[in-house]
Nanobody
Framework: QVRLVESGGGLVQAGGSLRLSCAAS????????MGWFRQAPGKEREFVAS????????RYADSVKGRFTISRDDSKNTVYLQMNSLQLEDTAVYYC?????????????????WGQGTQVTVSS
């Protein structure tokens, strides 16, 4: 059974940092692009970042560019999202997702597997 399990969420003050992890099990995702999405209360889920299977290509939402970094460690079948300079508007449930393909993508429909999400709350 394929599973994606996010961890690392929590409560942090504005300006602080968190690192989210997404551990995959059930199969290797070394040939698959991975992504992070988030959903704030009352809003639709939105793209945050994506990384190609090779790890050489990344894409970010404009709102997080320069503050967030996506990376992967295929030896651990894990994807990370380093979040720095967190802002109140970063408060959301963060979801990890995996594609069937190796290239990055920004649309939800391009992802086949999803985790359950981890809550990130940024306080003032």
């Amino acid at each position: 059974q394929v599973r994606l399990v996010e961890s690392g969420g929590g409560l942090v003050q504005a300006g602080g940092s968190l690192r989210l992890s997404c551990a995959a099990s059930g199969r290797s995702f070394s040939n698959n692009a991975m992504g992070w999405f988030r959903q704030a209360p009352g809003k639709e889920r939105e793209f945050v970042a994506s990384i190609s299977a090779s790890g050489t290509n990344t894409r970010y939402a404009d709102s997080v560019k320069g503050r967030f970094t996506i990376s992967r460690d295929d030896s651990k079948n894990t994807v990370y999202l380093q979040m720095n300079s967190l802002q109140l508007e970063d408060t959301a449930v963060y979801y990890c997702a995996a594609r069937w393909y190796s290239t990055t993508a920004v649309y939800e429909g391009n992802y086949a597997y999803w985790g359950q999400g981890t809550q990130v709350t940024v306080s003032s």
